[in-house]
């Protein structure tokens, strides 16, 4: 498990670049913690140290963004569905298992379709709106 304290996005994006270089084809990470938290932006700096230059969105209304870098990223926003049956509606499984990387925000509600071997980032907005972000599964 590793933890820091994220005082800017700037700190956060950061953060993500370095995360980016420890992943390989078919890493899926669950992005966890409360809107405003910054899951958006730790995706920005992930795509950021992928080599992708495209501007990086929150895909809410979307649900799936996908962006070409040094591999697929494929960015799910599950904010807007209701579980399990709407997600396997979208058909979209398979980009858990696929040559890319998958980062799911809001994972929980498909909890029990995740791959065991993930990586969990989570965070929590302190008092000063300063990040506590916590990594787990993250092989270094």
Known sequence: MKQIIS???EDT???GEGIAK???KGSVITLHGPLGSGKTTIVK???RGLGIEETITSPSFTLISEYEGSC???HMDLYRI???DE???LGVEELMYGQGITLIEWAEKIKDLLPH???SISFKIGPEDDRTITVEGLEN
């Open 7 to 9: 005082h800017s996005a």
């Open 22 to 24: 420890s992943l390989k």
């Open 45 to 47: 700096g992930i795509a």
């Open 82 to 84: 209701d579980g399990i």
């Open 117 to 119: 071997d993930r990586i």
């Open 72 to 74: 697929h990223l494929y």
């Open 13 to 15: 994006i950061s953060f």
């Open 87 to 89: 997600f396997e509606m």
